[in-house]
């Protein structure tokens, strides 16, 4: 009888792991699917990409090479970069003061975070027009250093939103300790504040440079020049050929996705010890 008892909490314990393991594979089956079945368009040739087929009968690896050679792909993934991370080291700069202001001084009340973070639920269509302005007004149109400002401010709301949390879980007695001190505000906030916060800084620029980097409506209509143009709109300039070759499409996806597999692999440990730290706000 005693085993029964004993059997009983094992069963249990085994059965939620096979339900847990099931439902990783089925989600795994569903991100990864879609990836696999992307590389192996991109090895097809023209005719077998309106056939419907699932793997190339003659994998064409000439799709990887004419899109390398024969395109603005490699300009276009540097230029992401470039705005990618100068947005989000100017967000960074700009956000963490907002936060620290709003966490410790009670800057802007209880309604200055969510007034900042309005605009950036609005449909940016509607940003377009007076970016566009703006930018012309400074010379900084069809400029990647241009499109790098606007990102770097678009993104201020979300990242303010994101530090927030982090920094109401700093203890205020260790600034008060550094304030007896006789350290000022910027030397508190430099010194002491900006490295227990470096993981969440580290999480908070993951995610608002994956944001620059994936972005394609600004950069659409803030970039006419073809030397500014980053990824997503080079990628799209794909699809106005007369006749697109959906294999070399697939193979300039793949390579331009890779920087932010890469930039997630390397940096999976702060990203999510950072969002984990910050989960509870």
Do not use: C
Not at 138 to 155: E, F, K, M, R
Not at 183 to 212: D, E, K, Q, Y
Not at 249 to 271: D, K
């Amino acid at each position: 009888m005693s085993d029964r008892i004993l059997d009983r909490p094992r069963r249990t314990t085994g059965s939620r792991g096979a339900a847990a393991t099931v439902v990783l594979a089925v989600l795994l089956a569903f991100f990864v699917t879609p990836l696999l079945y992307l590389v192996s368009v991109s090895l097809m040739g023209r005719d077998e990409t309106g056939q419907g087929v699932l793997v190339p009968a003659v994998p064409q690896f000439s799709n990887w090479v004419d899109v390398l050679t024969g395109s603005d792909l490699l300009q276009g993934i540097g230029n992401s970069l470039v705005a990618a991370i100068g947005g989000a080291t100017l967000t960074l700069a700009i956000a963490l003061p907002g936060a620290w202001a709003i966490v410790r001084f009670r800057t802007g009340g209880t309604t200055l975070a969510g007034t900042l973070m309005s605009p950036w639920l609005l449909p940016p269509i509607v940003a377009v027009v007076p970016l566009f302005t703006l930018l012309r007004v400074i010379g900084a149109n069809n400029t990647l250093w241009g499109l790098t400002l606007v990102y770097a401010l678009v993104n201020v709301p979300v990242a303010i939103w994101l530090l927030e949390g982090f920094l109401r879980k700093l203890p205020s007695e260790i600034e008060e300790a550094a304030r007896l001190d006789g350290a000022g505000s910027f030397r508190v906030l430099t010194w002491i504040v900006t490295p227990l916060v470096a993981p969440a800084l580290a999480a908070t620029g993951i995610i608002v440079g994956v944001l620059n980097y994936n972005e394609f409506l600004l950069a659409t209509f803030l970039t006419q020049n073809p030397d500014a143009q980053t990824l997503p709109v080079v990628l799209s300039l794909f699809y106005g050929e007369r006749t697109p070759h959906f294999g070399k499409i697939a193979a300039a996806s793949v390579i331009g996705v890779l920087p932010v597999f890469a930039a997630a692999v390397f940096f999976q440990r702060w990203l999510v010890g950072g969002l984990t730290s910050g989960a509870v706000r």
